[in-house]
């Protein structure tokens, strides 16, 4: 008997055009959470989605328990005890909790066609009790929380016995709150021995659950270590194979004239009384929890959602945006979090991608100018460093992290003035960050004045001057670069700060 749970040796999976997985390798213990790191684009939800029968290699080898397997579909891998949790959920929206997880298999009165539903409700409710979770059996899926989905994704793969568990990027979407909870299920499912493996692009989630963490460049097997025995600057290194000398590349600018001010803002249930001001010079965090109200500013500067009261002001001018034609006419951008849903076209190419927001600027005669998109397209898959064979490849074949360079690339192209980034890193690796915040830079420079929406303090301490703190729908404080700290932040993220006062 092995003592794995699961072996892979030399796996091999190509793509038109790329070498996706290129002998990569990866073992698991009974009972172990094992971290997968790389870059974007080196091929960790490629090898997943292999283990998962979703993807078919082209060579290399499977062993569960010592045994060699071939896995042909995600069903079989199901019965042979392995579930993946996607990036994207793969739940049936419209149907409930309880007939998510046993969606194909419901219990049958009898001998009869029809469903137990008493059965099928008690099953799934000793599911989510297992693993703690309280949410009614009845609700559709499309009226869960993302962190719900997730439990009922975990609850799905308990249904079917697994062994191993595959999580990618499971933390991008949650909460701090919601992510707690996954840790302690995590470390609950560690003692019923069963193997996890949890894909991240959060460093610091290594130090807290893994047992061993494995680094992928370029579709290869760099190395696996114990988390004890490594640092964040080892794995660092081994991800992007030289040394990242500075996370936060921030170069200071001198505060220039004022682009956009908002006074009052309002919107019914969303955020109230919410007054600031963008500079160019200036990088502008907005911070908070999550579900504080700060998306949704975004949204209504940008046109997406109606405001109930307020004004916006741009370059101290009254303006309206009525939708977000017009905010793009206006030179205001918004880079959204949900890229999947806002931001892409995932049929089209990467350079249609690129173009689409200002297509109408290479447009002479009523013709596109092809050549001069391809250009453009061009430039951007360099200076992003965007990872794909071509230009002409459709965005859905890019990785998660490349995806939403695409999106980046998008809006540099608009030659916006205003540029509202929400969570413009989540999702992309170490390495790639750092070009994000030289490009942040860059933008300041060509001055374009930015709000940066996120809820990582460090790169929100790194690279903003000043930081506007939301609580409960209201700006709770605004921080100078200099007198920021996260215990400064989360005072005013959490409200403490305001009972202090009052
Ligand atoms: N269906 C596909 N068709 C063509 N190429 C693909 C396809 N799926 C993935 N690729 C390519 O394979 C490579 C590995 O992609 P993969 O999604 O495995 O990366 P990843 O490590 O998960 O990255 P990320 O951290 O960005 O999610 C990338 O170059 C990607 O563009
Ligand atoms: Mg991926």
């Known amino acids: 008997m092995s003592e794995f749970v699961l072996e892979m040796r030399d796996i091999v999976k190509r793509f038109p055009g790329v070498l996706a997985v290129n002998k990569a390798q990866l073992d698991l213990r009974p009972g172990e959470a094992h971290c997968l790191v790389g870059e974007n684009g080196a091929g960790k939800s490629t090898l997943m989605k292999i283990l998962a029968g979703a993807l078919q290699m082209d060579s290399g080898e499977i062993r569960l328990s010592g045994e060699p397997v071939h896995i042909n579909s995600p069903h079989h891998a199901q019965q042979l005890g392995v579930s993946m949790i996607y990036q994207e959920f793969n739940l049936s929206p419209y149907l409930s909790v309880a007939e998510n997880i046993f969606l ?11 469903v137990n539903w008493r059965e099928m409700y008690g099953n799934a409710r000793e599911l989510l009790a297992r693993i703690r979770v309280n949410l009614d059996v009845r609700k ?4 869960c929380s993302v962190a719900q989905q997730q439990m009922v994704e975990i609850a799905k793969a308990l249904s079917f016995n697994s062994k191993i ?21 995590i470390a609950e499912l560690k003692k019923d021995g069963i193997g996890m493996i949890y894909i991240s692009h959060r460093l610091e989630e290594i130090f807290e659950i893994g047992d061993r963490v494995t680094v992928m460049r370029d579709g290869q097997y760099i190395g696996t270590h114990p988390v004890s025995e490594t640092s964040r600057e080892d794995i660092i290194r081994m991800m992007v194979g030289r040394e990242l000398t500075d996370e936060f590349p921030k170069i200071v600018c001198e505060r220039g004239e004022e682009r956009l001010r908002v006074e009052g803002l309002r919107r019914e249930g969303a955020f109230e009384d919410v007054s600031f001001s963008l500079h160019t010079g200036e990088i502008t965090g907005l911070t908070g929890l999550v579900g504080a109200g700060r998306t949704e500013v975004a949204r209504a500067i940008f046109g997406a959602d109606r405001i109930d009261g307020g004004q916006i002001y741009l370059d101290g001018e009254a303006v309206t945006v009525r939708s977000p034609q017009d905010a793009i006419r206006q030179g205001v951008g918004l880079l959204t979090e949900d890229r999947k849903n806002q931001g892409l076209v995932l049929g089209m190419t990467v350079r249609e991608n690129t173009t689409l927001a200002n297509l109408k600027s290479l447009v002479r005669f009523l013709f596109v100018n092809r050549g001069r998109e391809r250009e453009i397209a061009e430039k951007y898959v360099h200076d992003l460093g965007i990872k794909t064979p071509s230009i002409e490849q459709a965005a859905q074949n890019l ?19 205003v540029l509202i980034f929400d969570e413009p890193t989540r999702g992309i690796d170490v390495g790639a960050k750092v070009e994000i915040y030289k490009l942040m830079n860059e933008l300041v420079r060509r001055d374009v004045c930015i709000l940066m929406i996120s809820s990582e303090l460090p790169e929100v301490l790194g690279m903003c001057d000043r930081i506007l703190v939301m609580h409960e729908g209201r700006l709770a404080g605004e921080l100078p670069r200099w007198d920021a700290s996260q215990e400064a932040i989360m005072r005013l993220a959490t409200g403490s700060a305001l009972a202090e006062a009052g």
């Open 104 to 114: 194909g298999r419901e219990p049958r009165l009898g001998r009869t066609p029809l």
């Open 140 to 143: 559709p899926v499309n009226e």
């Open 165 to 185: 568990i595959v999580m990618d990027e499971p933390s991008a979407t949650l909460t701090d709150h919601e992510l707690r909870a996954l840790f302690e299920l």
């Open 399 to 417: 990785s998660g992290g490349n995806q939403q360079k695409v999106v980046l690339a998008k809006w540099l192209f608009t030659d916006s003035r």
